[in-house]
């Protein structure tokens, strides 16, 4: 049979992939090229920290790995048995999530998670709220799966206004389309920690109008000031209808390894795992491996990096000399760059200028259209003294704005 001429066909490509959005870091990083000296990176969301010992890669080239031959093969698709069972402790342990073997499925990082979810739960029209400002990649996942991302914005009212009516903020985007809600907590890249009432908003809505859930909560671990982590699946009602994905990257200073973690009800993990079958069959055994011994001995160094990043988040406040709120927890400030624009001059040209001076940070356009005024830096990315050396850096190039 002849395909029809409306079929996609060379030299086209496919409409979800002309429409995905284009790095948000391009543009900056050919300016960062023009700068001869050190440079300040604070546009990825990275630590400096080494995991902890034992699940670092010095680890993986011992004899006792190298001679695994298990290593060396293929393994499960949905994730070794050791550290799905690992998992489901830690969810049980920490999150109050209890889980069964078939609702876990590890991934290559967080991104592969919800790439892999999105493909699974949306249709081509179906409406994504994407509760801003949010990591930006979640969008092209949306699109990708042939969706449409509705931004609603939630976390930078909820700072601006903690006194407001978060079921509010909600109500005005839910229309016969919407099929799911998509929120991270702690907060990337604002820092807001969403608690019982925030997140009683969100399951009250996805009950009442039966939408899936899917809860980025990557920065868990790294909640101040007294602040406790909740996840939203342990809400009444809330289990069998939401997705919870976890990050060896941020917890455990990993991002190199790719580990993520996926649970859920097993109805919808089940497909899932199909998609994870087809993308990348499983995920390096070896790199599995590090990831165990990570959450089996990495108490201590969650309890220190909280220490250095809640003075790293504190250092930051103070040196910096643009707007911004204390964040509760994860790894950023969100910065309002509007007070240090020249006539006429744009944010993105702002970071350009920056850029040229060896400061990275990423466009707050990405994390919401609301946000264009804002950039976002990585306050865990550099060790004290090069946090220090690059703040009072941008404070001079600010200054001679």
């Known amino acids: 049979m002849l395909p029809s001429p409306a079929m996609p066909r060379f030299p086209s490509i496919s409409a979800p992939a002309a429409a995905m959005p284009a790095s948000i870091f391009a543009r900056l990083v050919e300016k960062l090229a023009r700068h001869d000296g050190e440079t300040y990176p604070f546009h990825l969301g990275d630590t400096y920290l080494s995991p902890p010992v034992g699940a670092r890669l010095e680890s993986l080239g011992t004899p006792e790995v190298a001679g695994d031959a298990r290593n060396y093969r293929y393994g499960a698709p949905a994730g070794d048995p050791e550290l799905i069972a690992a998992v489901r402790a830690k969810l049980a342990a920490r999150n109050g999530l209890e889980v069964g073997p078939g609702g876990v499925q590890i991934t290559c990082g967080a991104t592969h998670a919800f790439s892999c979810a999105a493909r699974a739960l949306f249709e081509p029209g179906d409406e994504v709220l994407l509760l801003t400002p949010c990591w930006p990649l979640f969008r092209g996942h949306v699109l990708a799966a042939g969706a449409c991302p509705v931004e609603v914005p939630f976390s930078s009212r909820l700072l601006a206004e903690p006194g407001c009516n978060p079921r509010a903020l909600l ?24 608690g019982r009432r925030e997140l009683d908003a969100i399951a009250d809505v996805a009950r009442a109008h039966d939408l899936w859930v899917l809860a980025d909560e990557v920065y868990e671990d790294f909640c101040f000031d007294g602040r406790t982590h909740l996840s939203i699946a342990t809400l009444p009602g809330m289990a069998e209808r939401t997705l919870t994905v976890h990050s060896f990257s941020k917890s455990y200073g990993q991002a190199g390894f790719r580990i993520g973690t996926l649970a859920g009800p097993e109805a919808v993990v089940t497909p899932i795992r199909k998609l994870a079958n087809h993308s990348v069959y499983n995920v390096a055994r070896a790199l599995q491996g590090a990831a165990l011994a990570a959450l089996q001995g990495g108490a201590g160094f969650l309890a220190a990096a909280r220490v250095t990043y809640e003075q790293a988040r504190d250092l930051t406040v103070a040196r910096l000399e643009l707007p911004c709120r204390v964040p509760e927890g994860g790894s950023y400030v969100f ?67």
């Open 171 to 194: 109500a005005p985007f839910i229309g016969p389309k919407t099929a799911a809600i998509y929120f991270v907590t702690p907060n990337n890249p604002d820092g807001k920690v969403l």
């Open 335 to 401: 910065v309002d760059l509007a007070p240090r624009l020249r006539p006429g001059e744009t944010p993105l040209a702002l970071l350009e200028r920056l850029a040229e001076a060896g400061i990275l940070l990423a466009p707050g356009e990405a994390f919401g259209a609301a946000s264009a005024s804002y950039a976002r830096l990585c306050y865990t990315a550099l060790p004290r003294a090069r946090l220090e050396a690059g703040l009072a850096r941008m404070a001079a190039v600010l200054g001679s704005g």
